[in-house]
């Protein structure tokens, strides 16, 4: 990588931040299509978030991804949010347009093309059930219900926090169902046998734990299962749904697709489908 006097920077606000495979993607994009620019990690406490934004004005950085804690905690600080991702109430990509900082959440547009493309799922008139009621599901929620899914259930461990997000959803969505369900209630088993899509967004996978509250033995054969935990290998959940044929695939394409879906807000260049996802897992086998 040469850097010049015109470089521009991009990066990662988080904490932590060191985990992160975005550099990685981010880079290697840059390099293949020969744009002089660099993309680094900031770690960045939540102490400390209004100053990081502070420099980015300062320091005319071009644009930065978001990461967990300041997902929504930016969303004050930035001087316009897209109407997504106002909706979803996170962001996680901003540019710098010649001074005002613009939020986007590239987490949503990221994860409908990853179960469009990897699964096939088409969501015009299907039934979707989240697991868990954070920033993931919010995004997910949206962006599934403004494709024209027929409802969409969550089940989440605090059920309080799922009937508050259905009851933000419902005014923007009329014409899709929604329900909040708990894990411990009869009716938890009956949704999850007619779910045609089932979408694990809580974070029980990512130090390699098992999901206790998803029977795999209640879905149907048909029912597609989507796991955001991402691995360079395989999650829990995934191992265990391909054990019984399901089809289903863990978060590492959403990472790539979000990713992806930043490069084109900040370059205005479009990746070819899965340039992301293909370098990662070319990266996993160095
Ligand atoms: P949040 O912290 O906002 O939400 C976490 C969710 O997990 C909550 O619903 C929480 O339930 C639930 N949860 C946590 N522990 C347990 C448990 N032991 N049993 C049951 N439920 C539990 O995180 P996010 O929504 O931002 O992210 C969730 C996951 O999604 C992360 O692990 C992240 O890695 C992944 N992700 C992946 C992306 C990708 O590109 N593949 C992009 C974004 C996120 P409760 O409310 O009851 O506490």
């Known amino acids: 990588m040469s850097l010049s006097g015109k470089s521009q920077i991009y990066g990662l606000l988080g904490d932590p931040v060191a985990h992160s495979l975005s550099p990685l993607m981010q880079n290697h994009a840059f390099q293949t299509h020969?744009?002089?620019?660099?993309y680094v990690p900031f770690h960045v406490l939540s102490n400390h978030l209004q100053a990081a934004v502070s420099g980015l004005r300062a320091l005319h950085v071009a644009g930065v991804n978001v990461t967990i804690p300041h997902k929504e905690a930016i969303l004050p600080l930035l001087d316009q949010i897209d109407s997504a991702a106002q909706l979803i109430g996170?962001?996680?990509t901003v540019v710098n347009q010649a001074g005002?900082?613009?939020g986007y959440n590239?987490?949503?547009s990221g994860f409908m093309r990853a179960v469009r493309q990897e699964l096939d799922f088409k969501p015009e008139g299907r039934d979707v059930l989240l697991l868990g009621a954070g920033g993931a599901c919010r995004a997910a929620a949206v962006t599934l219900?403004?494709?024209g899914v027929k409802s969409i259930v969550i089940a989440n461990r605090h059920s309080s926090r799922a009937e508050k997000l259905i009851s933000e959803l419902i005014p923007h969505f009329i014409s899709v169902q929604f329900a909040a369900v708990d894990y411990n209630h009869n009716d938890y088993l009956e949704v999850l046998s007619a779910a045609d899509l089932i979408v694990n967004t809580t974070s029980v996978g990512l130090h390699g734990e098992e999901i206790n509250f998803l029977p795999l033995e209640h879905i149907k054969g048909s029912a597609l299962i989507y796991d955001m935990i991402y691995s360079l290998s395989e999650t829990p959940l995934i191992k265990?749904?391909?054990?019984?044929r399901l089809l289903c695939t863990h978060g590492l394409g959403m990472l790539a697709a979000q990713g992806e879906d930043a490069f084109f807000l900040w370059t205005?260049?479009?990746?070819?489908t899965g340039f992301m996802r293909q370098f990662l897992l070319q990266a996993k086998c160095k």
């Not at 020969?34 to 660099?38: F, G, N, S």
Request: no cysteine.
């Open 90 to 92: 996170a962001v996680n």
């Open 145 to 147: 219900a403004a494709a």
């Open 34 to 38: 020969h744009i002089d620019a660099v």
């Open 240 to 244: 265990s749904a391909r054990a019984m």
């Open 106 to 108: 590239t987490d949503a």
């Open 268 to 272: 205005g260049v479009r990746l070819p």
């Open 100 to 102: 005002a900082l613009i």
